[in-house]
């Protein structure tokens, strides 16, 4: 049973406090819908007035077709995970995961066998009969996960639902949940602080801030197309560089001035709207400003700049520098040997620049989806090839933790 | 076990400290001179013929157990007792028990408004003095009182029809707030979101109560409980005031008949004794509620 999820002009308001500000926002039929966003910015509020423990404070709310604001909890067939787990203290694991199956009057050979099964995917198996007290952290959220897992409803609302997970045990948990996601393709809002979960499971990505949705689109064009620079810098980790730039029109043609280089703006890009006299901001990503002496070819624009900070990651270093004033991150190769207080060239290639309003923070510069999203796409797509394997991973799961799988190492 | 062989003792034990003594003893020399002492004579007392005037109360004898066996032949004891046992069942345990968790359950849901007025009219129930409660239903149970005129019965004496049954009406008219407020108490201290948790799982209201509120409340219930039934035990005032354990004695609980003894017919050993069964009865509804409390969940 497919239901599409709907708010309509949604706000919520505690006291004072806005916590969800006009909300509009359409999740498909069987979508997986990832919702992001700094700390308080409303998430959490958002789904629990999905699932009918707060009523909007103007608004409507549709699930498939109808209108749910005056539906109870108990009829709006949602199954949500709780940020703070909520198990019940006096019931062993077991009942826990039982009780909605009961609640709804399922007979209880098959609310045994479902609990067996949800309690080895998770791996939950040998602690049935302990009570969440006596469970770790990690162990207490998955039967929270479980809790939902193990009904067929018509909405999951998950909320940070791995926050709590070692990594191994997370990247499983991750594949199992859009293993399952393709199985039954229930519609999923699902809440995450975690950079790789957004990319990699979320069919859209919808970000929030300040209670107000900024954008809602697919990983790639989220990363690529940024619609802000709140969006710009809450997607992509190590942060996107933001550096103050101006616009210049000469002959015609429109050039962009930043950290002491100018450089016309790239074919296939496109101005879409106008500056408060030419003043904008120029977004970097990372991986796209490269030390010179391993840059691609098409980094035609080069910099000069002092290495401040050089933080080792493994596979790759993230160099801090200093560039005619501003701070920037790059991306370096491991053991690039580069020290503190060297100076490095820094190539970047034109096409990959962003461009804000520097007052609004809009956008204003349309760029072809090209890149890195490939990457991603590829990998989102081998993942959803492998389901068989991703399986057979997990059920052998009990104890060792299997590698990171390739979903990780895109992160 | 083998792990831990060859390491030594266990570091992690419990230790007594010896200073904490000294840092207890006052408190145990108040505990012990005005408690423990007591107690332990009033045990004695009760096996003994003392009496509150004349010789007896002066020069008694320990008569080993005369008392008990005059008991187990005293027709007004055993009735006595079993007053006691039904008051303290119908008036504290079932009656003030549930009539307060309903109370706390239909104020939680109402709005505040009303929750803060019917709450502060429970709660001067509880205020007003004993003996005004007992004036009150006195007046209100005659014939010719406000229930004979409700009931359509002018000519009934309530007090002398079913005097227990008043008698306990009574005592739970007044005594229903403080079950009522420790029930709120704790209903307010329910986690909200395993509740919540309950209702998006679709569990009815009923299903809602029946495993996960109550079984939450559980510790609460037995403390309401054992205070409530402690408390009504040794309930004297108001069944005095109204009726001195009549009419016959049709109320005359426990301590009624102890006062009796006691003080009336100066049988003070009789009278210790008797209370002594009183503190026992005590013990084993203690008991049991504790016991409850511990098996499943
Ligand atoms: N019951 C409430 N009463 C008053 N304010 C509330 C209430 N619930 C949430 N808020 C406020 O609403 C805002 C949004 O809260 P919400 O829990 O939705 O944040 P969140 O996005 O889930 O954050 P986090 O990522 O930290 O979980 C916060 O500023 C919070 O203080
Ligand atoms: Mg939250």
Redesign the pocket.
Known sequence: MLSEVRFEGVHKIFGAETAVEDLNLTVNAGEFLVLVGPSGCG??TTLRMLAGLERPSYGRILIGDRLVNNVSPRFRDVAMVF?SYALYPHMNVYDNLAFGMRARGAAGSVVAERVKETADVLGLGHLLKRRPSELSGGQRQRVALGRALIRQPQVFLM??PLSNLDAGLRVQMRAELSRLHERFRVTTLY?THDQVEAMTMGDRIAVMNLGRLQQVDAPETLYDNPANIFVAGFIGSPRMNFVPGRLTTTQGKTAIEFLGVKTPISAGSQLTGETTGGEVTVGLRPEDLMWGRVASPDSTLTVSAEVDVVEPMGHEAYVTAVCAGETVTSRFPPRSGVRTRERVELALNPARLHLFDARSGRTILQRPVAGGADVRRTVREARKEEPAEGRSDLQRQTGARGAPSRAEEIS | MAVAAGLGPRLDRERFQWSSLVMLSPALVLLGVLFVFPVLYACYLGFTNLALVGSRSRAYDFTGLDNITRMLGDYVFIKSSWLTIIFVVGSAIIGQTVLGMALAILLRNALVSVSAVIGSIVIVAWVLPEITVALVWYAFSQAGGTLSILLRQTDTNFLVAVPMLIVSLANLWRNVAFSMLVFSAGLRNLPTEVLEAAEVEGASVWRRYRLVIFPLLKPTIVTNLLLVTILNLSEFTLIYAMTQGGPGIETMTLPLYVYQEAFVFHQLGYGTAISLVLVLIGAVFSLLFVRASRSQV
Do not use: H, L, R
Request: hydrophobic fraction near 15%; charged fraction near 50%; charge should be negative.
């Open positions: 998430k959490t940020q909320d940070e809440v």
